[in-house]
C-alpha cells in the first residue's frame, strides 16, 4: 500500500518571499505519478503541479517548481514570489499508473500567506 | 484543464430521505471518476471509484447499499446518500480523469451536505 507524509501541518510565509512544503511518499511501484493540490477557502480542488516518475526533470509551473527525489521518496513543493491567493490548504498526492488507478492523499499543509 | 462540474453545491435534508448528487465532466469524457468525501480540516477520503457501465468500487468501509452510485454515462455520475442520518453530513467532492495529462484527476467544486 502507498502512503504519503506531509510533515508541515502549518506554514506562514511572507508575500513575495519563497517557501518549500515537504512530502515524501512511500511505494514499490516504478511507474507512478505525483501531484500537489491547492484547496482555498472556497473547498475548490486545484491541481497546482504534477510529476511523472519516470521523468528526472523536476516540473515547473510559473512561480511553483518540485524537487523530486525519487530515490529518496521526496517531493517538495517550492512557491516563490509568495502572493496572498497562494493561502490554501495543500495537499501532496501519488497514484499509481492507470486512469482508475486512485490518488493517495498526504494530510495537508495549511499556508498562510501575510503581509 | 479540465472542468468538472457537482450539483447541488449545498443541500439540506430530513433524517430519513435521500439526496442525489450529480457530477459531470463538462469538456471531456471521463471513463472513470471518483467520489470523496471531507472532513472539516481534513484530507480526502476515497469513498468509490464509478466506471462507466459497470459497478462502482467501494473503499473498505464504505457502505454501498447506502452510498449508491451510478456511472451512467461517460460525462455523468452519481451519488445517492439513501435514508440520510445527521452523521452522513460531510462535504462530498467528485473528480474525474481524463485519461490524458498525466493521468490527473479534476475535481468538482463539492457539495456540502448537511442532514437535520
Known amino acids: 500500500a502507498q502512503t504519503v507524509t506531509q510533515s508541515q501541518p502549518e506554514m506562514s510565509v511572507q508575500e513575495a518571499e519563497t517557501v518549500t512544503l515537504s512530502c515524501t511518499y512511500d511505494?514499490?511501484?516504478?511507474?507512478?505519478?505525483l501531484f500537489w493540490y491547492k484547496q482555498p477557502p472556497s473547498r475548490q480542488m486545484i491541481l497546482v503541479i504534477r510529476q511523472e516518475a519516470y521523468k528526472q526533470q523536476n516540473a515547473t509551473e510559473n512561480r511553483f517548481s518540485v524537487n523530486f527525489q525519487k530515490a529518496a521518496k521526496s517531493f517538495s513543493l517550492k512557491i516563490s514570489d509568495s502572493q496572498l491567493g497562494d493561502t490554501a490548504m495543500y495537499f501532496c498526492?501519488?497514484?499509481?499508473?492507470?486512469?482508475?488507478?486512485?490518488?493517495?492523499f498526504g494530510t495537508g499543509t495549511r499556508l498562510q500567506v501575510t503581509l | 484543464g479540465a472542468v468538472v462540474s457537482q450539483h447541488p453545491s449545498r443541500v439540506i435534508c430530513k433524517s430519513g430521505t435521500s439526496v442525489k448528487i450529480e457530477c459531470r465532466s463538462l469538456d471531456f469524457q471521463a471513463t472513470t471518476m471518483f467520489w470523496y468525501r471531507q472532513f472539516p480540516k481534513q484530507s480526502l477520503m476515497l469513498m468509490a471509484t464509478s466506471n462507466e457501465g459497470s459497478k462502482a468500487t467501494y473503499e473498505q468501509g464504505v457502505e454501498k447499499d447506502k452510498f449508491l452510485i451510478n456511472h451512467a454515462s461517460l460525462t455523468l455520475s452519481t451519488l445517492t446518500v439513501t435514508s440520510a442520518h445527521p452523521e452522513d453530513s460531510s462535504f462530498y467532492i467528485c473528480s474525474a480523469a481524463t485519461g490524458l495529462e498525466g493521468e490527473t484527476q479534476y475535481f468538482g467544486p463539492g457539495t456540502r451536505l448537511l442532514v437535520l
Open positions: 511505494t514499490s511501484e516504478s511507474n507512478y505519478y
Open positions: 498526492a501519488f497514484k499509481i499508473t492507470g486512469t482508475a488507478s486512485k490518488l493517495t
